[in-house]
Structures are given as C-alpha cells and as structure tokens.
C-alpha cells in the first residue's frame, strides 16, 4: 500500500523537469509538499509524535521508493534521523523539511541560560541544511547529550552541494538559543545517528541502483548496433547480468539491516554490511550502467545521472564502504574467530 | 525486478529452527572432539560412517513427508542443518546429492515404486546417489547428450559415456540423462532420466583424476545396460523439464557461498586481535557480502517454504525462483574466491597441501580447487546469460 501509493506518488512528480530543476534550486519544494500532504515523512513516527506510528521496515520501503526515484526531498534527514531524535527524546516533531546533524562527528556545545539551551559549533556538510526549517542536532553539555531543534535563519550556513547537487552546507552556530530541547533519549547518540545515517544512504543506494538496473534494461532493448539490438550480444546480456546481481543484493543488504534495526540488539553487522554491500553496489553498478548506454548516458539530458550522481555521492555519506569496512573487521578481529558464525547466523 | 514479493525486512528464522542449529552444533562439536572427522576443504570428503551418523538424526531428507523417511521439516530447518554441516567443512558427499537433488526430484517426478524404494533409503544415509548429466560432447549444451536408450521388452537397453561423475565410484546409482527418441527438431524433446544401477552389468566406472591427484569424479561407460521400466524417472520425454528444475535446486544453497567460508574463519584466527587497516578491511568487506549471500539464499529457502511444503515434501523451485538461484550462485562463487584472495595476500604463506597449521592447509586445498565452483552447475557464462534472458526479455 505504502509503496504502491509513493510509487504513484512519484511517477507522477519526479520527471526530467522536476530534476533538473532541483540541480540549481537545491531542492523540489512542491514535491515535498505532495509528500507531506500524503504525510511520508511521518510514516514511522510513533503516534503520539504526530506520526503514522508505522516501522522502521515502512520507512525503509518508502526510502527505497524515494532512492529510485532520485526524490530530490530530505525524506531521510527528516524522518530517519531528525524525527527519530526529536520523538526519542519527547520532543513534538514539527512538520516541514528537517535535517539533521552532526554528520562527521563534529562536537556542538549546549549550556544552559535560564530556561534556554544554547548552542555552539561548526558542522559540516550537513545535508539539507539551506532547504530545512528546523535544524534538529544532538548536542553536548559536560555531562549530559541533548537533543535540540534549532531554526536554521539563526545559524550562519554556507551553501555546499554533492555531486548530485543536493545541499551539502556547511553550518555554523555561534550561540544559538533552541527552539525546544530536551535530554537525549534512550538510545539517541553519535553512534546510533551514524548507523541511521549509514542505514538510510544503504536504502537509497538500493532503490538508485534499481532505476539503473530499469534504464539500462531498457536502453539495452531498444538500442540497435550492427543491425541487432545490443541486449542481443552476449557481452552486454552479462554486464546487465552482473548489473543485476548488483542491485538484488544491496536491496536484500538493505531492507535486511532495516529489519534488523527494527528487531534491536546489536546492528553493527547488519548495518555495516548494508552500507558496505550497497556501497560495492554502487562502484561497479553505476559503471556497468553507463557503459551500457554509451555516450548518450553521461549526458546532463539523459535521466541515467540522476541515479548514477546520487551513487557516487551517497556511497561516501555516512561512512563509506572501507571506513564500514575497517569498523567491522576490527569488531569481526576484536570478538576472535569462535563468535564470528554464531554473529553471522544470529537471526 | 528479483525477489519479487520477498519482505527482507521481515525475514527472520524461526526460534524451532536457531534451536535445531544448537543441537547440529553440538553434534558436530562432539564428532570433531573425538576425531571422527578431519575437515577438509576443497570437494567434499566421502565419510559412509558420517552420512549414517547425520541420517541418525533426520537430517537427510529432513524436509520430506514421514512415509517416505522424511521428517517434514521447513526448507530453512534444512536451511540451518547445511549452513551449519558447511560451516564445519563436514564430509557431506555421501549424501549431498541425496538430499538436494534425487530426493526431491523423485519426490516430484518419481513414481510411487521409486519412491518407496529410493526415500526411506537414501534419509537412512545407507543408498548414495549420483549425476549422470555431463557428456565429453555435452556440457553447457546438456540438451545435445547423446547417450541413447532402446525400448526392449520391460525395459530399456542404454549406451553411452557420461563424465566428469562425482563420487560414481562410491555411490550406488545415478539418474542418467539420455535420449529415448531421436532429436527430430525440438532438441528438449525426447530427453528422459533413468535410475541407472552403478553395479549393472555393462557399467564401467574409471576414474578421472583431479590436478591434484584426488580421485573426485569419473566416466561412466554405459553398455548396452538394461534398465527396468520401473527405474523411469516421470515421464518418458519429459526429463529435460525435470533436469533444468533440479538445477535450479543445485544453485540456490549455502553450499554455493560457503565452501571456502573456513579458511575465512581460519583468516580471523590468524590476524588476531590486533590486525592492520588492511586486515580489518578485507574482514570486513567479506563478512559484508557473506551476510548479503546469506540473506539472499534464506529468502529463496523460504520460497520453497510455502507452509504446506512439508506436508507434500515437494520442492517447488518454480521458474521465478530459477533466477534469484543463479544470482545467486554467480555472486558465492567469485565470493569464495576472494576469501581465498584475501587470505594469500594477508598471510603471504606458501601455499602447502600436507601443512599441519589449519590455515595453511586450507588455503592450499581451496586454491588447488579454486577453478571449479565457477564451471559446475551452470558456468558463470551461462548462469548469466540465463539472467538476462529474465530481465531483457527474448530480444527479437
Ligand atoms: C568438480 C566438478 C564436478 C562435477 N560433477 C558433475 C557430476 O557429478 N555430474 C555431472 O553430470 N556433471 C558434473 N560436472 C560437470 C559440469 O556440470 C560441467 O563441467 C559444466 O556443465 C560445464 O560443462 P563443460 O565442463 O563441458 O564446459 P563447456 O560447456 O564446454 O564450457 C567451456 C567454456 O565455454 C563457455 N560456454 C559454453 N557455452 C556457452 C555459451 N552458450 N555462452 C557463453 N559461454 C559458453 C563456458 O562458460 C565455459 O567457460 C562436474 C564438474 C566439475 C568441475
């Protein structure tokens, strides 16, 4: 249901106009309204936080959805990271675009000044920051982890984009008084932000990696070389082959670590895996993709960029797949040979 | 476009299977305590003793109906029991055929008779069976096999010469490809399986001799072997239909990414606890696309899996599903290369076949046997030519 109506949702919206147009102005504004009106950024929010009270595993499959269609919106920031803060830690979760930091890890200070939290730090490359209208950013006092939503007018922002050119800003707040802010919730720290992060970009990458997978399906039907279409010659058929294989496992890596997520205990294998699998996806995908089109696929006219750009930039976001890598084997390294399996078939 | 229908999110083992995984553990715990297997990599080693000891246990034929031996457990039950005999390197090759690919086709295609007398048989780990597809002319091109059977009163009259046979020379039977009407056009037509007794008169076993001189598989010469009407496997004619839905069976296991996931653990062992940036990387990387491999295949476990499967004991490896497996497939075998690529390149041993350290061992017997996960059950060419067929359509 919630994939069939997003798809529809999409297919209707998201065209070659609709992206280009994102490239200069950042974003698709009326595309996020759609969104909001059909209420996807609130799909796994729990009730009481104005949300749909869906799972994790909803908002994984509207992610994929939004990742395929290269869904020019912070559907990720807003509902992954900043709603999931803001609900785990009691807050309301305003309505409009969110995004959410730090990203890398940066430090942002808070104090207290009577009965305001106030703000200090440097971020960046925060995605979304400029089309935001609330900054949500997990923040430190000497003892305690907080969670405060900040407006994005009272920070200092410089505008930076990825390779897609989604905003990419560098933020800076310099005594910044929070709109609402509380202490961290249950589970609400740097560590659990980066494998949401991680998680969502996977999610992404999966879906980005499907519309590859649809247009060089297609290109490969129709185009005719030496009077055969060239999905007819073998060495095309198995590039769209492995091409294939690409994206059947970073869905399956995934929509699996969105599960497991969902089910708690530890995810670092899941999420890690997702990120790394996806990641991999993502390098040799995107170029078996491009190769099967020829020229015409490097075009700024031809849609194959949208997903191909996204690819390349999303696969660093959030840790990219030899920092996930490097992670894992050092816990796969720490734990010692015996544990390895009984980690592996855990579920 | 694959896995259509699968929610990976949800996928999830049951509790009964993870605590059948406890009792296969310690099973085979016990059985590596007392020495009653040495693991082996590379082909899986031939233990009568051991394929007894499993059967004991149900776990051959575990997912078919009772009245034939079987168990009626779930495809992931059996799912868990191969993963688990895998990740031990256990000596399986008296009844892996047994298991995945005769027993289910018999349970589909067979009739009552060969039922009732191959089953119970081979879920006892006392009746081994074998493949007689390949041919010196047929390979890839299985639909061109050229060994032929005669019609003779209450029987069949076959000859011809099969190849490359694994384990003929221990087991006791093996399902023959052969043509029983000439190739008038149709090739898929007049293609037909018979159970083929591998003490016969008029069968030749000789063995062919792998690189490293381990005797694996054979040619099998058949000579004019009567074979009783009783022994048809289905329907005369229809054996290419039975053939091509046990090899999407052959593909869709653990044993298609796992064989060389020991040496993998082996690796950890030796880079210890303070490994370089290079070690945790390559560790890493791998642990990632085994877990990937891993999902992958519990989901089309689950596919044979439809709830009623173990009460009709069929394995119903449907068309849809063909696909996924060579996915499959074709990803866990250049998988387990790169375990053994990581491995060299970490330890920089020398790779030894009789060497007393266990990764040293492994690595020698993975490498020696590198070349042939990529050739059996469908090449990598040809699984993925068959994959762009699915997502290209018959271009035209
Ligand atoms: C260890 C081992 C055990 C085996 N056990 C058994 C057994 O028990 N029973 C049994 O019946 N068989 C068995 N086989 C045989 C196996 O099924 C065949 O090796 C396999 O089907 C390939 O056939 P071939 O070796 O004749 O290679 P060929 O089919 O001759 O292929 C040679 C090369 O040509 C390529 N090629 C062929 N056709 C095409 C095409 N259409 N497009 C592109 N490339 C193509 C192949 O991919 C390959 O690279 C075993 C093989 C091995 C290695």
Redesign the pocket.
Known sequence: MLVESLTRLLKDHVDQKLLVAAKQQGWAPELWRKLDEAEFPRVSLPEEAGGAGGTLSDLAAVLRVAGRFAAPVPLAETAMLAGWMLAASGLPVPRGPLAAGPAHGETVTARREGSHWILSGTLTRVPWAQTASRLVLLAHTTTEAIVANVDPRHCRIARGRNLAGEPRDAVRLEDVPAEQAAIAGPGVTQETFRLRGALARSLLMAGALERALELSVEYAQQRVQFGRKIGQF?AIQHEIARLGGEVAAAVAAALSAAGAMERGGDVTLAVASAKIRTAEAARDGALIAHQVHGAIGVTDEHALHHSTLRLWAWREEYGNEAAWSTALGQAIQEGGAEPFWPAVTAH | MFFEGVDFSALELPPAAQALREEVRTFLRSELATGAFTPHLG?TEFDAAFTLKVAERGWIGMTWPKRYGGAERSYLERFVVTEELLAAAAPCAAHW?GDRQTGPSLLRYGSEELKQRFLPAIARGECYF??????PG?????ASVRTRAERVAGGWRVTGQ???????HRAHA?FV?CRTAPDTGNRHEGLSQLIVDLAAPGVTVRPIR?MNGHH??NEVFLDNVFVSDEMVVGEISQGWKQVTSELALERSGPERYMTTFPLLVELIRRMGAAPDARARELVGKLSARLWSLRRMSLAIALTLDPGRGAQQGAARAGPDLATEAALVKDMGTFFERDIIEAARLLAAVEPTPDATDTFERYLAETIV?S??A?????????LR?LIARRLLGALK
């Open positions: 073998q | 082909h055929f074998a493949l007689g597809m390949s041919e047929s390979g890839s091109d299985l099969k190849v490359w046979t694994s384990w003929a093996f490809l792998f694996h598989f046997c070349p042939v990529t050739i059996r059950g469908g090449t990598t060419e040809v030519t």
